[in-house]
């Protein structure tokens, strides 16, 4: 009979784990499995999580109110956005390899929303939870848990009628960081496959359709090292490119209103290209910045020599999104990045850009209209950078930071994409067009009648207004331009 594995959060759900433990090691004995504290010299957590697993039928995934939202302590970014997140990877594994999942909700938390969700973790969602009280009748809730458990742990092997086969009994033991209670091992015992009284001819069945390499929403690394960005799959499909009349904060170079058609799923960097991510690609290239980058004195953006993407004007982390960078140091990074990996990284178009950044929805924002709500998906003027600047336009909420955050502090978009909104504008490819009059429909870059030669900036800085961090807002700079908020995120043309 197979294990229960109980993944929680120390912070939130530590005491509440205990005592689910100990109430289902009384049932179930030696088949439960839960972290503590130690692990033994140079053992490795992800290793050990992995090894329990292959013994576990049912995987109890604690969530209290505040699962989705902890953060962690030194970046300040959601703990489950980070692929080296141990909750993550846990319940990950347990469903890559088909285990139970079952959410239980504890003091009175609430399953998470899509948006708060890796996408990896958005198959939690098609699953039922199940809700224990603490406080009120908790003995009888566990033998509700307990029952249904069972069901799972006991689930007798599927075979034909006339194959008899004796399936051995693993029970997993634990030692250092787990808590177990050891049991004898059960010898296996096989007994040979009786043959069948006549031959059956079965028909060959037809080979099954491969499988999309590509499905919407699959994350994925084109080199192993932390230079190459993590990718998202955006899928295919039409949206309403634009902003209707009526929309609070448009511009009238933001119409008219058109439909476009991205006719092929595209690969899209999950967050801005980082500090640290930019840094590999100048020390690998000896790519030259100099010339100095506009920065943010109060009142205006004034050039200043001394500045340049190592030292914006503000404190930056590794983790940050790189800015002061150009039109041009982003074709610069693209091209590199396509001859480090074999593969063609480029600038999104315009018309990708707000698709992606829409995700499908037609809002002023990708989570809907109201600009309150901003700081839980972007970093924008806010009253965190009104303390500092008075005369900002800011959303009435606040998200932390003045300056930039790091990239993934805040919740994604339905597509798993972060920072869409705010943060630090994005480079596109587009040259700069007043209206959308003449505009392509397919979802590629609109590089000829350019009148100018500005390109097309998109999704607004840390400094921003509410409506320039609109999903249609747009803005225009030179290609050789730095500023401090200014930085960029890149596609991957995907190839079977």
Known sequence: M????????????????????????????GRVFMDVDGLKPGEQFRDKIGRQLDGCAVLLALMGPQWAQVRDDKSGAVRLFDARDWVRLEITTALQRGITVIPVLIDGAQMPQEA????????????????????????????????????????????????????????????????????????????????????????????????DPYPPRKRFQDCVDDSC?????????????????????????????????????LAVMEAEVTRGQFAAFVSATGHKTSG?????MGTEWKLDEAKNWRAPGFEQTDQHPVVCVSWEDAQAYAKWLSGKTGQGYRLLS????????????????????????LCGYANVADRTGKAKFPNWTIAECTDGFVYTAPVKTYKPNAFGLFDLHGNAWEWVQDCWHGDYNGAPVTGVSWETNCKEKRRVLRGGGWGVSPSGARAAGRIGG???????????RLARTLTP
């Open 116 to 211: 708060e969700l890796p996408p990896e973790l958005h198959p939690l969602l098609d699953r039922h939870a199940f809700r224990l009280d603490l406080d009120q009748d908790f003995d009888a809730g566990m033998e509700k848990l307990a029952a249904s458990v069972a069901k799972d742990m006991e689930e007798p092997l599927k075979v034909p009628g006339w194959v008899k086969v004796a399936v051995p009994v693993v029970l997993v033991g634990a030692a250092g960081g787990y808590w177990a209670v050891n049991q004898k091992p059960v010898p296996s015992t096989v007994i040979p496959i009786a043959a069948p009284v006549a031959a059956v001819s079965v028909p060959t069945p037809p080979p099954a359709p491969k499988p």
């Open 2 to 29: 197979a294990g229960i594995f109980i993944s929680y959060r120390r912070k939130e759900s530590k005491p509440h784990a205990r005592l689910i433990f100990q109430h289902l090691r009384k049932r179930f004995r």
């Open 350 to 373: 315009e018309a990708e850009w707000e698709y992606a950044a829409r995700a499908k929805t037609q809002t002023r924002y990708s989570f809907g209209d109201k600009a309150e709500d």
């Open 478 to 488: 030179t290609p050789g331009i730095r500023d401090g908020s200014t930085g960029f």
């Open 292 to 296: 100095g980058c506009y920065g943010f």
């Open 229 to 265: 960005p993590w990718m998202v799959v955006m899928p295919a499909g039409k949206f309403m490119m634009g902003s209707p009349a009526k929309e609070e904060g448009r511009s009238d170079d933001e119409g008219p209103q058109h439909e476009v058609t991205i006719a092929k799923p």
